[in-house]
């Protein structure tokens, strides 16, 4: 069964940081392109960052730049969402999502997503 699992996710401060973990099984990751996504009640999915397969992460949205980047790990199938400076509008849940491309993390065409997991930044 192909899948892709987060974890990571938790209540934190404004001004910390958190690194979501996004592990795969079932299908070959390393050609796989990694997408994170993120929903807030009442908002629809928003794109954060989609990550190639050679690891270099792109399309990364506006209002995380310069505070969130991505990264993956071949070797052991697992790709990571790394944030900080976090804020308040950042709480959301946490999608991973695989696209067969390598290249692009269309949000209406991945291939696999996972469950999520749940970011809450609030003091």
């Known amino acids: 069964q192909s899948q892709v699992v987060e974890s990571g996710g938790a209540l934190v401060q404004p001004g910390g940081s958190l690194r979501l973990s996004c592990a795969a099984s079932?299908?070959?990751?390393?050609?796989?392109?990694i997408g994170w996504f993120r929903q807030a009640p009442g908002k629809e999915r928003e794109r954060v960052l989609c990550?190639?397969?050679?690891?270099?992460?792109?399309d990364l949205d506006s209002d995380v730049l310069g505070r969130f980047s991505g990264s993956r790990s071949n070797a052991n199938n697992t790709a990571y969402l790394q944030m900080t400076g976090l804020k308040p509008e950042d709480t959301a849940v946490y999608h991973c999502a695989a696209h067969s491309s390598g290249f692009f993390c269309p949000s209406g065409g991945m291939n696999y997503w996972g469950q999520g997991t749940q970011v809450t930044v609030s003091s």
């Open positions: 990550i190639g397969r050679s690891g270099v992460s792109t």
């Open positions: 079932g299908f070959n990751f390393d050609t796989y392109a």
